[in-house]
């Protein structure tokens, strides 16, 4: 028997049919919706240098080495900066110099305030500071304030039995028999040292948090110190005294290592750290710390390793790194075999295979993007010292459709060494040096300058080589791409040329998505400065493509800036493009 009176079928089933009518209806509408490009921005408040910066970021140990050990050097920097110049950056940073046992690759520093002789001395980075400012470029230093070297000074006296001056610097349960709370469970060590309890890490085990106390501390747990403890407030005063030895020795700023990860919060714990923390105490440390700046270094400019810029930006850092989430991978390593870490599966949106998906990324980034755009800067890394390479398994056209976004995009880019000649990911299989797990490892093997011995690195004997050098016959380097106009070198000398003279392609002018479907290529978007537009055209894929979107904008043609000639027609507001395989255009509109 019919439970429903034929009646209500009828009128649930009239319902329904107006509804599926209303939301195509609304789709359609969503179609044909004209898109505005305003031109409209707001240059955020950062230094009047920095407005409009390209980064170059140099990994020390292998970048070039000058006195023939095999290592990377201070010195071996100073020698390059012209040509690190001629790319067209403004500044660089420099991944830790810092005296270190290197069981992460400097990353744990202890000494804070001596450069590592492996690099050189402090002498060479006041050298260096000094060199880069006659040829106007500004450097930043890593400053890794969330967790110290287990060799540190501080945290050899903080692990004594007696109480001392460094007791509270590091964050010790009271009792090594008995565990924290379980959802730190996996952060802390025990055994180490004198001192009756277990020491909390920040990343690897010989790398102990400093104290920067509790959000919520567990009144189970005395050890858990509020972030304003006395201890802890003198902590403090002792990083600002670090940050003034660098900024005094002549850096400009710098990039904040692991900078969410300070006061902790239970609920966020292990990697969580990077960009889940939105612990108030944190934010007011930086706050702190830029308010410092601006009274004693108003130039300075600092940037964080936070992966959640609206956190970070709204710490009053300038930008923020956000790469620690899958919207990044989604765009150049979703596949297992490329980011190589064990946690990834899926499909790049940069690749020629075309199976890519561009819409996690932007929904990601729109949110950031949206609410951080007028207090600072997003900056999507174009390659650093923990990813592979981006040049993994890609070819120069490849790079060159990466770089055409990465150098049009807002925010400050910055380009890890190396990567403007196209260097590989290097082989799993190579030495996994302080705590370069792959990927790390193939991402960090000397520059490649020449096809001279150690491609121009280093004339120290193979062997001793911080990493062995890339084997390949046609590995790239930058003496044969500097003799070839059409080089990736020289193409991305262009792309930066370009986001300078170009006013809608400045880190701060407008971003307007045009055309972005879900596994859809190609990806279109405006950048706009008041009455200048320019389209970024992206077909990363093999395949033929078709655009078309409608924009708010007037105009009568287009002049390619770089990149292809592609058939663009327009008709009224509707604007429709065809793209071959591996294709892309930057084109300006002319009114
Ligand atoms: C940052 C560094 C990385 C290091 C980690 C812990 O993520 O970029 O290289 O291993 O912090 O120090
Ligand atoms: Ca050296």
Redesign the pocket.
Known sequence: MNRFPVSIVKYVGILLFIGILFSSCKEKEQESSIITITGNYKIPNVPKWAENAVFYQIYPQTFYDSNGDGIGDLKGIIQKLDYVKSLGVDAIWINPFFESPFA??G??ISDYYKVAPRYGTNEDAKQLFAEAHKRGLHVLFDF?AS?TSMEHPWFKASARQDTNKYTNWYIWTDNVWKNPPAEYASDFIKGYGERNGQYMR???YC?PALNYGFALPDTNYKWQLPADHPDILNLKEEMKNVLRFWMDMGADGFRA??AGALTKDANVVGNEQ?FNTHVNATKEFWRDIRNLLETEYPDAFMVS?WSYPIDALDSCFHVDFFHWFNGYNDLFQKEDWRILNGFSEGHSFFDIEGKGNITEFLTNYMEQYNATKDKGYICLPLG???NARLCNNRSDKDMEIIYAFGFTMPGVPFIYYGNEIGMRQLPTSWPQVE?AYRP?NGARTPMQWSSAKNLGFSTASAEKLYLPVDTAKDAPNVATQEADANSLLNKTRKFIELRHTEPSLANYAEFVPLFAKENTYPFIYARANNNDVVLVMLNPSGNNVEASFEISTDFSSTKVLAGDTLNIEHNGNTVSVSMPGQSYSIVKLIR
Do not use: I, K
């Open positions: 992460d690759a990353y744990d890794v967790y920040n990343f690897y790398q290592d692991m990077f390793e650093n010292h923990d705590g790390r």
